[in-house]
């Protein structure tokens, strides 16, 4: 962890980042000259984040004798990544705001990502990362602006090469880099002995927590809202897709659990 004293301070911003393995929290305030970080703690616990992620918070805020009360609003990063690291990260988010009346805001993870290289490079950059087996999110960006140049997706690798082979043959040199492109290497090294693209070190794969802490400071006053962010979930969960075999493991007619299902969303 890493802190910088101070007392009270003023427009003091959490930022949590559960999308991935590496568990993130970044806690600091907006400036004149870009955010500063006051604190800052990283967990690579894929599925355990439940056991860090409160703990870690407490023990940030007791190093600088502060308390959740102090917090002055909250940003989280929504997705796309993992189901059970977004609803633990966004549910945490959503405790303290209702307990202390905090406005709250969500983060996209692949913009995240950009962030961090893009200013970095000339050309295009695509973030590719991990989904599921053989699937990857992507989305790319104009190097060095960081803007946008497709919309975030789910993609099959197969569709996930055809997409990077097409952004190559704009004939701008195309950067990649992802837990998605270093989880799957053995698949895409054709595009990269074909010089399709040039991959980038994983040092980029997770957001340092000032980009994460400068992400959520970054944002308008208008995307802190009252409300609960609302997750960005591009596919099925797991559960979702395996439910018929998960209920009868658990003697539940499948009919009946998917009809439990399709009530819940209709009440969310």
Not at 134 to 147: E, L
Not at 180 to 193: C, E, I, K, P, S
Request: net charge negative; proline share 7%.
């Amino acid at each position: 962890m890493t802190s910088t004293a101070s007392s009270s301070p003023k427009d003091l911003t959490l930022a949590l980042c559960g999308a991935e393995e590496r568990l993130q929290l970044a806690l600091g305030t907006p400036g004149e000259n870009g955010a500063e970080l006051l604190a800052a703690q990283e967990w690579t616990v894929p599925g355990q984040s439940v056991r860090f992620l409160v703990p870690s918070l407490q023990s940030m805020l007791n190093a600088l004798g502060l308390q959740t009360s102090d917090l002055s609003r909250i940003a989280c990063v929504r997705g796309p990544g993992s189901f059970t690291g977004l609803r633990l990260s966004l549910s945490v988010v959503a405790a303290l705001a209702i307990v202390h009346g905090l406005p709250q805001a969500g983060i996209d993870h692949l913009a995240l990502l950009a962030r961090g290289p893009a200013t970095l490079l000339n050309g295009t950059l695509a973030v590719v990362t991990h989904s599921r087996r053989q699937q990857v999110y992507v989305q790319a960006y104009s190097a060095p602006t960081g803007t946008p140049l497709s919309e975030a997706a789910a993609m099959t690798l197969k569709e996930a090469d055809s997409t990077l082979r097409t952004l190559s043959a704009q004939r701008l040199p195309l950067y990649a880099f992802g837990s998605g492109l270093r989880r799957n290497a053995d698949f895409f090294q054709y595009l990269v002995a074909e010089s399709i693209l040039t991959p980038l070190s994983m040092e980029w794969d997770a957001a340092s927590p000032q980009a994460l802490l400068s992400a959520a400071c970054d944002l308008p006053p208008e995307a802190y809202a009252d409300h609960p962010v609302e997750p960005l979930y591009m596919r099925p969960s797991d559960a979702e897709e395996n439910l018929e075999t998960i209920a009868r493991q658990r003697g539940l007619d499948p009919k009946l659990a998917k009809e439990m299902l399709r009530r819940s969303r209709q009440n969310t």
